[in-house]
């Protein structure tokens, strides 16, 4: 089993940066492809990025160029460094886990999950 723990969410002005954290226990993610995934309300959970295990990183298109995934296997972390944040970047932000090799972009190639940081982008 494997626990995932994010943090760093909270409320930003629009144009302003966060970073986000996402630390793994009981196994290590050196071989996880990590991801994450956003939701607001009222909305299907989307793709925001992912990284392999050699550090090829995806993004969806929203988010491409403002924001940045990387990875610490010595730290069991992740991170996503998001800048410019725009209002509608605001939603819970999740990491998720899958060991399957590949970057899927669907919530269902996934097999751990965190419980979520909130993210609040004001205008």
């Known amino acids: 089993q494997m626990q995932l723990v994010e943090s760093g969410g909270g409320l930003v002005q629009a144009g302003g940066s966060l970073r986000l954290s996402c630390v793994a226990s009981?196994?290590?993610?050196?071989?996880?492809?990590m991801g994450w995934f956003r939701q607001a309300p009222g909305k299907e959970r989307e793709f925001v990025a992912a990284?392999?295990?050699?550090?090829?990183?995806y993004y969806g298109d929203s988010v491409k160029g403002r924001f940045t995934i990387s990875r610490d296997n010595a730290k069991n972390t992740v991170y996503l460094q998001m800048n410019s944040l725009k209002p509608e970047d605001t939603a819970v932000y999740s990491c998720?886990?899958?060991?399957?090799?590949?970057?899927?972009?669907?919530?269902?190639?996934?097999?751990?999950w965190g419980q979520g940081t909130q993210v609040t982008v004001s205008s």
């Open positions: 990284i392999t295990w050699n550090e090829s990183t």
């Open positions: 998720a886990a899958n060991f399957r090799s590949y970057a899927g972009r669907r919530p269902n190639e996934y097999d751990y």
């Open positions: 009981g196994r290590t993610l050196r071989s996880a492809v």
